[in-house]
């Protein structure tokens, strides 16, 4: 299937002698996972709407190595760190936006001790500001009054204090916002932090994903919005579980704007 | 013989605050068993924060019914040591209210509101027993908290309760004696040293019960409820350091040395970082000798393992922990089941701490004992349940974190012991092999753009 998405690497941007206004930083799952994939090409989609000069690095784009990190092999992580650390000076990267709170917490926070020092942006702040320099225009319409609760990822919220950008792109929708009563920084995880992605939980009385989809659930809302494409799995497997699949569906706050624009 | 009294109280107080101290000095060479670290930087910010947090208790009242009644007890605690210092001077120089006569109005508001707040106090530490106790608050009632931590609470607010019993009595027997010298019916010498002073809003209710009594019942009452109060305060003193009551001297550093990089910034290991560099230095030597300066050294373990290799800003931590709870009512590991509780983390570590120290104690330094932090006191089980999620630092009201004590596990387990969960070890190999944690060829990671 072809789409009409633009996305050149930054060896393109540098064949041409040009060097791009921002690094547009993939990340392991919005690669490969089928489900954060659509949440790439909405924010692909928005930026080449808003015709912001970005670069991937394409297959030169290696782990960040959060998860070895939080799994405690640092070793791992600061292998994968310095050979990507390697790749973006190389390229002269300045500034760098991502959707995975989990790149954007290890490329902000950790690279800088290894060498790697970057302005590193998470999506929502970064289209929030598209939107207030004019460069993209939000149609509320299709959301007009629609229930939408926020789901705050840890890595974005507690880790960084990123609590607003996204509330302020899901308001721009004219969508009622409902608040879970566990928001902002005392948001309950998804369950995927630290690693736990990619391994079964402990024993327990219940998953970490149900409780937190159950909460979600209860406030009435038709959209569970989220800012990472592991809060994005584990709600929707949640969302499974609590069999209201077709009833509620989790999106990506920029599937939310893109959808809005009709793109 | 009239100076007996004053010496006896004056080799109390010596004893009492000199028992404290030696133990405090224990406490001080048990967190220098733990590595060294640079918190010297942003001193404006540090000190900031310590006035927000530990002084203004902002993060307790976040809570807001255990929050105020907290305030409540701790203003109340702070404020009543003014009169502490009264009696200690009383003591020492045998006067009796010694500020009085230099206060005048102030001294009868200042009495005034020390029993004021020494009836709310007694009010709150009520309702923090009913709430321990009866109430079936589930941080209150989890496992770890069974034995000496439940009871170790329990005690702290029966301190309190007599405290604050005996200063309230110790005033209203005191102010029936000021009322019988001004009616003229005691004269006595012993008598007379009971000056007019003082605004008694909460004892004046207590002191008709003494009606009637002769002034040497008094004068016993009075003087019992004194010394037992003064006692009991060297004795709270000098229990502080087996109890979670520490945290109301420790809270403050606690929060000064507290991180101040953003919560989601896991330490940098530097001993990783030389030996990457190396790996990752085409002109490195492989065969080069080690700096001569560096080869005796025994390697420090990557990871802690026990709690010499954890830091001492780690180990402050675990003696500040007033095992709340309020961080493992946060845990999303925890809320569904799972064995981890950050407290319990933080109870451990101290135990540990002082398991390792009564050896020192004993034995003069340390010896192996053959038990470790990890394993003998935290399992692997635990630590392999945290979500890194933040919660528990989030939620603590004296700036504790427990997630930096996992983490350093964690390292160990999988840098020294190669002891990590088999998925985790299949997500590692493919991020060593393909560059990502699922096994998918690092050449197609931009296929999506063509889908």
Redesign the interface.
Known sequence: ???N?V?P?AAEFIAQGKQPEVLFW?G?S???DDRA?KI??AF?KLLNKAGVEFA????E???S?D??????????F???A??NIEVLNGYGIKKIVTACPHCF?TL???YP??GGNYEVVHHTSFLKDLIADGKLTIEGGKFKGKKITYHDP??LG????IYEAPRDLIEKLDAALIEMKRSR??G??C??????????????????NV??TEEAVDTGAEIIAAGCPFCNTMITDGVKAVEKEGQVEVMDVAELIASAADL | MEYIPNIIFTLLLIAGVGFFASNIKKMIRNIKLGKEVDRSDRKGERFAQMARIALGQSKMVRRPVAGFLHIVVYVGFVIINIEVLEIIIDGITGQHRIFAPFLGGVYDFLIATFEILAFLVLASVIVFWIRRNVMNIKRFIMGELKGWPKNDANYILYFEVVLMSLFLIMNAADLTIQQGVLAGQFTSEAALHYINAGSFPISGFIAPLFDGLGFETLHIIERTCWWLHIVGILIFLNYLYWSKHLHIMLAFPNVYFAKL??????T??EA??K???M??DPDADPFAAPDPSEADEVPAA??ANDIFDLDQVQLLNAYTCTECGRCTS?C??N??????SPRKIMMETRDRLEDVGAVINKEGEWKDDGKTLLNDYITP?EL????????C??ACPIGIDPLSII?EM??????ENSA??T??N???GN??NN????P?N??????????
């Open positions: 299937m072809s789409n998405l996305v690497t993939v392991c919005g690669s490969f994939k790439t090409k692909v991937v690095l394409g297959a784009e290696s782990c190595g998860p070895a990190k939080r799994a405690g092999n640092e070793f791992l600061q292998m994968q310095m050979m917490n902000k926070n950790e001790e290894l840890c890595y507690r880790a960084n204090d920084r005392n309950l995880c369950g995927a932090g630290g690693a736990q992605m990619f391994k079964e939980p402990e024993e327990g009385n219940k998953d970490i409780e937190r | 990089t953003p919560k989601g910034q896991l940098n290991m990783v970082t030996e990457v560099k790996m990752m990557l990871g946060e999303p590991a809320i569904t089941g799972k064995k981890l089980e392999w349940a945290c979500t890194t999620c933040n919660a630092v989030e983490m964690r390292r160990y387990l999988v840098l990590a969960p998925e985790l299949v997500t590692m991020i060593e560059g990502a944690p699922w998918y690092q050449m197609d990671r931009l296929n999506w753009s063509k889908e």
